[in-house]
C-alpha cells in the first residue's frame, strides 16, 4: 500500500514539474483578461484567463477572487519558469502565473486582482464579468 502511495505521489509531482515547463497556451475561444479593459463579456461556458509575474522567494505574489463563484469560478492554474534551469535555484522560481476561469451561468459579477509584495497589497483591480 505504501508503494502505491508513493508511486502515486512521484506521478503526480513528475506531472507538476514537466507542466511547469511549459508556457500556458489557451484554447479556441479563451479570452485573455485584462485590469486596463476594466470590463468582459463572456458566454455561459466560454473559459477566460489572467496571467501575470510572480516571485515568491523575493514576495511577489498575486490573488485573485470572482465575487460570485457560481457565475464566474477558477477552475485551474498554470505556472511556467521564467528559466526552468534555475528553477531549484536561490531566487530562481519566479515565473508567470496564469488563472483559467469558467463563466458558468449568466449573470454579473466583479474579478478582483490583488497584486502583493511580501503580504502587502500593493495593487487591487477589479474587471466587470458579465456572462451572457
Known amino acids: 500500500m505504501k508503494q502505491l502511495i508513493f508511486i502515486t505521489l512521484l506521478l503526480g509531482l ?11 497556451k489557451p484554447t479556441k475561444g479563451m479570452i485573455a483578461l485584462s485590469p486596463l479593459a476594466g470590463a468582459v463579456k463572456l458566454k455561459v461556458g466560454q473559459k ?14 498575486t490573488r485573485v477572487s470572482s465575487a460570485s463563484y457560481r457565475i464566474f469560478k477558477l477552475i485551474d492554474t498554470h505556472f511556467a519558469y521564467k528559466d526552468a534551469r534555475k528553477a531549484e ?8 502565473k496564469t488563472f483559467i476561469f469558467e463563466a458558468l451561468k449568466r449573470g454579473n459579477t466583479v474579478l478582483t486582482i490583488k497584486d502583493i509584495f ?4 500593493k495593487a487591487t483591480h477589479k474587471i466587470k464579468v458579465t456572462v451572457e
Open 118 to 121: 511580501r503580504s502587502q497589497v
Open 14 to 24: 513528475a506531472n507538476c514539474t514537466y507542466s511547469q515547463n511549459k508556457r500556458f
Open 89 to 96: 535555484m536561490s531566487g530562481g522560481d519566479k515565473g508567470t
Open 48 to 61: 477566460a484567463y489572467y496571467q501575470t509575474t510572480v516571485h515568491g522567494s523575493v514576495g511577489f505574489a
